[in-house]
Protein backbone atom coordinates (compact mmCIF):
# COMPACT_ATOMS: atom_id res chain seq x y z
CA UNK A 1 0.00 0.00 0.00
CA UNK A 2 0.89 3.61 -0.68
CA UNK A 3 0.77 6.98 0.80
CA UNK A 4 -0.49 9.61 -1.16
CA UNK A 5 -2.01 13.45 0.20
CA UNK A 6 -4.82 15.60 -0.66
CA UNK A 7 -4.16 19.53 -0.76
CA UNK A 8 -7.52 20.76 -1.58
CA UNK A 9 -8.48 23.84 -2.57
CA UNK A 10 -6.45 27.44 -2.45
CA UNK A 11 -9.00 29.48 -0.48
CA UNK A 12 -6.58 32.29 0.24
CA UNK A 13 -3.71 34.02 1.98
CA UNK A 14 -0.81 31.63 1.87
CA UNK A 15 -2.60 28.48 1.30
CA UNK A 16 -0.67 27.73 -1.68
CA UNK A 17 2.81 28.03 -0.41
CA UNK A 18 1.48 26.26 2.58
CA UNK A 19 0.77 23.34 0.33
CA UNK A 20 3.61 23.28 -1.92
CA UNK A 21 5.69 22.87 1.31
CA UNK A 22 3.10 19.78 2.55
CA UNK A 23 3.62 18.67 -0.91
CA UNK A 24 7.44 18.66 -0.71
CA UNK A 25 7.79 16.83 2.85
CA UNK A 26 5.21 14.38 0.93
CA UNK A 27 7.85 14.07 -1.78
CA UNK A 28 10.56 13.63 0.29
CA UNK A 29 8.80 10.75 2.23
CA UNK A 30 8.03 8.97 -0.46
CA UNK A 31 4.93 9.34 -0.73
CA UNK A 32 3.51 8.06 -4.35
CA UNK A 33 0.87 11.18 -5.28
CA UNK A 34 -0.58 14.15 -4.50
CA UNK A 35 -4.13 15.54 -5.28
CA UNK A 36 -5.76 18.64 -5.48
CA UNK A 37 -9.52 19.27 -6.26
CA UNK A 38 -12.03 21.73 -7.43
CA UNK A 39 -15.51 22.99 -6.64
CA UNK A 40 -16.16 26.89 -7.40
CA UNK A 41 -12.90 28.40 -6.25
CA UNK A 42 -9.72 27.55 -7.28
CA UNK A 43 -9.20 25.06 -9.84
CA UNK A 44 -7.33 21.81 -9.88
CA UNK A 45 -5.44 22.26 -13.22
CA UNK A 46 -3.20 25.40 -12.42
CA UNK A 47 -2.35 24.18 -9.11
CA UNK A 48 -1.34 21.01 -10.06
CA UNK A 49 0.47 22.64 -12.80
CA UNK A 50 2.43 25.32 -10.10
CA UNK A 51 3.45 22.24 -7.94
CA UNK A 52 4.73 19.88 -11.04
CA UNK A 53 6.52 22.82 -11.65
CA UNK A 54 8.49 22.11 -8.06
CA UNK A 55 8.56 18.73 -7.91
CA UNK A 56 10.16 16.05 -9.76
CA UNK A 57 9.22 12.59 -8.34
CA UNK A 58 5.45 12.83 -6.82
CA UNK A 59 2.82 12.17 -8.85
CA UNK A 60 0.24 14.83 -9.47
CA UNK A 61 -3.63 13.89 -9.49
CA UNK A 62 -6.90 15.85 -9.95
CA UNK A 63 -9.30 14.59 -7.56
CA UNK A 64 -11.42 16.06 -9.31
CA UNK A 65 -11.52 17.74 -12.72
CA UNK A 66 -15.75 18.34 -12.71
CA UNK A 67 -17.15 16.59 -15.70
CA UNK A 68 -19.54 19.79 -16.14
CA UNK A 69 -16.61 22.85 -15.85
CA UNK A 70 -14.87 21.07 -19.35
CA UNK A 71 -15.68 19.53 -22.57
CA UNK A 72 -14.02 16.26 -22.76
CA UNK A 73 -11.27 17.58 -25.45
CA UNK A 74 -10.51 20.40 -23.24
CA UNK A 75 -10.22 17.74 -20.49
CA UNK A 76 -7.96 15.64 -22.99
CA UNK A 77 -5.73 19.06 -23.90
CA UNK A 78 -5.09 19.54 -20.66
CA UNK A 79 -4.34 16.26 -19.61
CA UNK A 80 -1.73 15.92 -21.90
CA UNK A 81 0.02 19.29 -21.51
CA UNK A 82 -0.09 18.18 -17.84
CA UNK A 83 1.66 14.68 -18.53
CA UNK A 84 4.39 17.02 -20.98
CA UNK A 85 5.27 19.73 -18.27
CA UNK A 86 4.79 17.31 -15.16
CA UNK A 87 7.37 14.34 -17.18
CA UNK A 88 4.51 11.49 -16.73
CA UNK A 89 3.59 12.11 -13.36
CA UNK A 90 -0.26 13.30 -14.19
CA UNK A 91 -3.04 11.25 -12.72
CA UNK A 92 -6.59 12.53 -14.30
CA UNK A 93 -9.44 11.91 -11.83
CA UNK A 94 -13.23 13.07 -13.12
CA UNK A 95 -16.06 13.40 -11.27
CA UNK A 96 -19.94 14.67 -12.33
CA UNK A 97 -20.10 16.89 -9.06
CA UNK A 98 -23.62 17.51 -8.21
CA UNK A 99 -26.86 18.65 -9.49
CA UNK A 100 -26.24 22.32 -7.79
CA UNK A 101 -23.06 23.25 -9.02
CA UNK A 102 -23.47 21.39 -12.14
CA UNK A 103 -26.66 23.62 -12.97
CA UNK A 104 -26.15 26.16 -10.89
CA UNK A 105 -22.54 27.38 -11.42
CA UNK A 106 -21.69 25.06 -15.13
CA UNK A 107 -24.89 25.76 -16.56
CA UNK A 108 -24.94 22.15 -17.31
CA UNK A 109 -27.70 19.65 -16.63
CA UNK A 110 -27.13 16.98 -13.97
CA UNK A 111 -29.49 14.18 -15.71
CA UNK A 112 -27.98 10.82 -16.67
CA UNK A 113 -24.32 11.35 -14.88
CA UNK A 114 -23.84 7.64 -16.03
CA UNK A 115 -24.35 7.76 -19.63
CA UNK A 116 -22.34 11.16 -19.84
CA UNK A 117 -19.52 9.65 -17.77
CA UNK A 118 -19.05 7.06 -20.09
CA UNK A 119 -19.56 9.31 -23.10
CA UNK A 120 -16.65 11.69 -21.49
CA UNK A 121 -14.37 9.58 -20.63
CA UNK A 122 -14.07 7.40 -24.00
CA UNK A 123 -13.71 10.91 -26.16
CA UNK A 124 -11.25 11.81 -23.39
CA UNK A 125 -9.41 8.40 -24.28
CA UNK A 126 -9.95 8.62 -27.77
CA UNK A 127 -8.21 12.29 -28.15
CA UNK A 128 -5.44 10.82 -25.63
CA UNK A 129 -4.72 7.99 -28.08
CA UNK A 130 -4.09 10.88 -30.43
CA UNK A 131 -7.34 9.23 -32.67
CA UNK A 132 -9.20 11.49 -35.04
CA UNK A 133 -12.39 12.01 -33.03
CA UNK A 134 -15.17 10.79 -34.04
CA UNK A 135 -18.09 10.21 -31.89
CA UNK A 136 -22.11 10.05 -31.42
CA UNK A 137 -23.88 9.73 -28.21
CA UNK A 138 -27.06 10.94 -26.29
CA UNK A 139 -25.09 13.58 -24.51
CA UNK A 140 -21.49 14.09 -27.02
CA UNK A 141 -21.46 14.15 -30.83
CA UNK A 142 -18.07 15.35 -32.27
CA UNK A 143 -17.95 16.88 -35.04
CA UNK A 144 -21.69 18.57 -34.79
CA UNK A 145 -23.50 17.28 -37.97
CA UNK A 146 -24.39 19.73 -39.67
CA UNK A 147 -21.72 22.84 -39.59
CA UNK A 148 -18.45 23.23 -40.65
CA UNK A 149 -16.70 21.41 -37.97
CA UNK A 150 -14.54 18.50 -39.33
CA UNK A 151 -12.63 15.41 -37.00
CA UNK A 152 -9.54 16.65 -35.47
CA UNK A 153 -6.60 14.47 -33.49
CA UNK A 154 -4.87 16.35 -30.53
CA UNK A 155 -1.70 17.52 -32.09
CA UNK A 156 0.66 17.05 -28.94
CA UNK A 157 1.30 13.99 -27.79
CA UNK A 158 1.56 13.03 -23.72
CA UNK A 159 4.85 11.39 -21.93
CA UNK A 160 2.64 8.35 -21.76
CA UNK A 161 0.45 6.01 -24.27
CA UNK A 162 -2.22 6.21 -21.42
CA UNK A 163 -2.63 9.18 -18.76
CA UNK A 164 -4.83 7.02 -15.46
CA UNK A 165 -8.27 7.91 -15.08
CA UNK A 166 -9.72 8.03 -12.07
CA UNK A 167 -13.45 8.29 -11.10
CA UNK A 168 -14.44 9.46 -8.15
CA UNK A 169 -18.02 7.63 -7.46
CA UNK A 170 -20.01 6.92 -4.16
CA UNK A 171 -23.46 5.21 -5.37
CA UNK A 172 -23.44 1.48 -6.35
CA UNK A 173 -23.85 2.23 -10.15
CA UNK A 174 -21.11 4.74 -10.62
CA UNK A 175 -18.78 2.40 -8.45
CA UNK A 176 -19.48 -0.55 -10.93
CA UNK A 177 -18.97 1.80 -13.51
CA UNK A 178 -15.27 3.25 -11.98
CA UNK A 179 -14.34 -0.73 -12.18
CA UNK A 180 -15.80 -0.89 -16.04
CA UNK A 181 -14.15 2.23 -17.17
CA UNK A 182 -11.37 3.44 -15.45
CA UNK A 183 -8.01 2.74 -14.01
CA UNK A 184 -8.90 3.87 -10.57
CA UNK A 185 -11.32 4.39 -8.07
CA UNK A 186 -11.38 7.94 -5.35
CA UNK A 187 -12.99 6.95 -2.54
CA UNK A 188 -14.26 8.99 0.21
CA UNK A 189 -15.67 8.25 3.63
CA UNK A 190 -14.08 4.96 3.48
CA UNK A 191 -14.68 2.70 6.60
CA UNK A 192 -12.26 -0.85 6.28
CA UNK A 193 -15.31 -2.48 7.30
CA UNK A 194 -17.27 -1.11 4.83
CA UNK A 195 -14.77 -1.04 1.93
CA UNK A 196 -15.31 -4.72 0.59
CA UNK A 197 -19.28 -4.08 -0.24
CA UNK A 198 -17.76 -1.03 -2.37
CA UNK A 199 -14.79 -3.08 -3.73
CA UNK A 200 -17.91 -5.64 -4.78
CA UNK A 201 -19.68 -2.82 -6.96
CA UNK A 202 -16.48 -2.30 -8.69
CA UNK A 203 -15.17 -6.02 -8.96
CA UNK A 204 -18.64 -6.30 -10.57
CA UNK A 205 -18.03 -3.57 -13.32
CA UNK A 206 -14.45 -5.09 -14.03
CA UNK A 207 -15.79 -8.20 -14.37
CA UNK A 208 -17.77 -6.58 -17.33
CA UNK A 209 -14.55 -5.31 -18.79
CA UNK A 210 -13.39 -8.34 -18.99
CA UNK A 211 -14.13 -11.79 -16.67
CA UNK A 212 -12.32 -12.46 -14.38
CA UNK A 213 -10.27 -9.64 -14.61
CA UNK A 214 -10.44 -8.75 -10.61
CA UNK A 215 -8.84 -6.06 -9.01
CA UNK A 216 -5.30 -6.45 -10.69
CA UNK A 217 -3.64 -3.21 -11.41
CA UNK A 218 -6.68 -0.79 -10.35
CA UNK A 219 -5.90 1.63 -8.01
CA UNK A 220 -8.13 1.89 -4.79
CA UNK A 221 -7.74 5.70 -3.28
CA UNK A 222 -9.17 5.98 0.15
CA UNK A 223 -9.38 9.59 1.25
CA UNK A 224 -8.80 9.77 4.95
CA UNK A 225 -8.76 12.59 7.02
CA UNK A 226 -5.93 12.39 9.97
CA UNK A 227 -5.45 14.01 13.14
CA UNK A 228 -2.47 12.72 15.33
CA UNK A 229 -3.14 12.66 19.16
CA UNK A 230 -3.79 10.44 22.41
CA UNK A 231 -7.32 12.25 23.05
CA UNK A 232 -9.55 10.66 20.43
CA UNK A 233 -12.28 12.76 20.95
CA UNK A 234 -10.26 15.59 20.67
CA UNK A 235 -8.49 14.37 17.36
CA UNK A 236 -12.16 14.06 15.93
CA UNK A 237 -13.24 17.52 16.94
CA UNK A 238 -11.80 18.89 13.25
CA UNK A 239 -12.97 16.28 11.47
CA UNK A 240 -16.43 17.44 12.34
CA UNK A 241 -17.45 20.17 10.17
CA UNK A 242 -15.74 17.77 7.20
CA UNK A 243 -18.36 15.16 8.30
CA UNK A 244 -21.29 16.88 8.51
CA UNK A 245 -21.13 19.26 5.35
CA UNK A 246 -20.86 16.33 3.38
CA UNK A 247 -23.16 14.72 5.25
CA UNK A 248 -25.96 17.12 5.63
CA UNK A 249 -24.78 19.87 3.24
CA UNK A 250 -23.37 18.52 -0.28
CA UNK A 251 -26.37 18.55 -2.14
CA UNK A 252 -30.36 19.22 -1.26
CA UNK A 253 -32.60 17.08 1.04
CA UNK A 254 -33.01 15.04 -2.37
CA UNK A 255 -29.87 13.94 -3.91
CA UNK A 256 -27.07 14.14 -1.35
CA UNK A 257 -24.87 11.04 -2.45
CA UNK A 258 -22.63 11.24 0.91
CA UNK A 259 -25.66 11.17 3.03
CA UNK A 260 -26.69 8.25 1.01
CA UNK A 261 -23.80 6.50 1.50
CA UNK A 262 -24.03 7.32 5.15
CA UNK A 263 -27.31 5.50 5.43
CA UNK A 264 -26.17 2.05 3.69
CA UNK A 265 -23.12 2.62 5.41
CA UNK A 266 -25.56 1.70 8.97
CA UNK A 267 -25.97 5.75 10.19
CA UNK A 268 -29.32 6.38 8.75
CA UNK A 269 -31.17 8.36 11.76
CA UNK A 270 -28.21 10.33 12.50
CA UNK A 271 -27.38 11.16 8.88
CA UNK A 272 -31.24 12.47 8.48
CA UNK A 273 -30.67 14.39 11.93
CA UNK A 274 -27.35 16.05 11.06
CA UNK A 275 -28.91 16.66 7.22
CA UNK A 276 -32.20 18.26 9.02
CA UNK A 277 -29.89 20.60 11.43
CA UNK A 278 -27.44 21.58 8.53
CA UNK A 279 -30.08 22.47 5.90
CA UNK A 280 -31.84 24.22 8.71
CA UNK A 281 -28.47 26.38 9.45
CA UNK A 282 -27.61 25.22 12.33
CA UNK A 283 -24.18 24.12 11.47
CA UNK A 284 -22.87 23.88 15.11
CA UNK A 285 -25.62 21.45 15.94
CA UNK A 286 -24.93 19.39 13.06
CA UNK A 287 -21.49 18.93 13.75
CA UNK A 288 -22.46 17.61 17.05
CA UNK A 289 -24.78 15.32 15.80
CA UNK A 290 -21.60 13.05 13.93
CA UNK A 291 -21.04 10.17 15.85
CA UNK A 292 -17.83 9.58 17.30
CA UNK A 293 -17.79 6.32 15.67
CA UNK A 294 -18.16 7.58 12.38
CA UNK A 295 -15.69 9.39 12.66
CA UNK A 296 -13.25 7.27 13.96
CA UNK A 297 -14.41 4.88 11.17
CA UNK A 298 -12.95 7.08 8.41
CA UNK A 299 -10.42 8.52 9.72
CA UNK A 300 -6.70 8.09 11.23
CA UNK A 301 -6.78 9.29 14.58
CA UNK A 302 -4.18 8.91 17.69
CA UNK A 303 -0.80 8.12 18.09
CA UNK A 304 1.87 5.36 15.78
CA UNK A 305 0.53 2.73 16.99
CA UNK A 306 -2.84 3.20 16.37
CA UNK A 307 -2.27 4.13 12.93
CA UNK A 308 -0.79 1.51 12.08
CA UNK A 309 -3.20 -0.33 13.03
CA UNK A 310 -5.50 1.29 11.06
CA UNK A 311 -3.56 1.32 8.21
CA UNK A 312 -3.12 -2.29 8.14
CA UNK A 313 -7.08 -2.92 8.20
CA UNK A 314 -7.54 -0.50 5.07
CA UNK A 315 -4.29 -2.24 3.33
CA UNK A 316 -6.66 -5.65 4.28
CA UNK A 317 -9.43 -4.95 3.14
CA UNK A 318 -8.11 -3.76 -0.53
CA UNK A 319 -7.10 -0.07 -0.10
CA UNK A 320 -3.72 0.24 -2.35
CA UNK A 321 -3.42 3.83 -1.66
CA UNK A 322 -4.40 6.16 1.00
CA UNK A 323 -4.49 9.41 0.43
CA UNK A 324 -4.09 11.30 3.47
CA UNK A 325 -5.69 15.22 4.82
CA UNK A 326 -3.95 16.54 7.34
CA UNK A 327 -6.62 18.72 9.89
CA UNK A 328 -4.00 20.42 12.01
CA UNK A 329 -4.43 24.14 12.07
CA UNK A 330 -0.43 25.19 11.23
CA UNK A 331 1.61 23.95 8.39
CA UNK A 332 4.08 22.50 10.71
CA UNK A 333 1.69 20.37 12.45
CA UNK A 334 0.89 18.98 9.05
CA UNK A 335 4.05 17.98 8.28
CA UNK A 336 4.57 16.38 11.84
CA UNK A 337 1.98 14.24 10.86
CA UNK A 338 2.82 13.51 7.53
CA UNK A 339 6.34 11.77 9.12
CA UNK A 340 4.02 10.49 12.26
CA UNK A 341 1.54 8.14 9.43
CA UNK A 342 5.01 7.42 7.40
CA UNK A 343 6.24 5.85 10.33
CA UNK A 344 3.08 3.81 11.05
CA UNK A 345 3.45 2.54 7.62
CA UNK A 346 6.63 1.46 8.33
CA UNK A 347 6.00 -0.08 11.18
CA UNK A 348 2.85 -2.01 9.98
CA UNK A 349 5.02 -3.31 7.61
CA UNK A 350 2.87 -2.67 4.47
CA UNK A 351 4.06 -0.05 1.91
CA UNK A 352 5.27 -0.73 -1.52
Known sequence: MRLGLNIGFVFGGDDHLDHLRLVKEAEALGFSVTWAAEAYGSDAATLLSWIAAQT????????????????PAMTAMTAATL??????????????????????????????????????????????R???????????????????????????????????????????????????IADGWLGILNDPSYLGEQLNHIKAGRAARQPDLGLDGFDVVASVPVVVGD??????????????????????????????????????????????LYLAKKHREAMAAVPQGFIDSISLLGGKERIAEKLTAYAEAGTTTVALTPFEPTVEQRIATLRTVAEALDLAGIGD
Open 83 to 128: DRLSNGRFRLGLGVSGPQVSEGWHGVRFAKPLTRTREYVAIVNSAM
Open 130 to 180: RETVVFEGEHFTLPLPDGPGKPLKLSIRPVRDHVPIYLAAVGPKNLELAGE
Open 231 to 276: DLEAAAEPIRGYTALYIGGMGSREKNFYNALAVRMGYEKEAKDIQD
Open 56 to 71: STIDVGAAVFQIPART
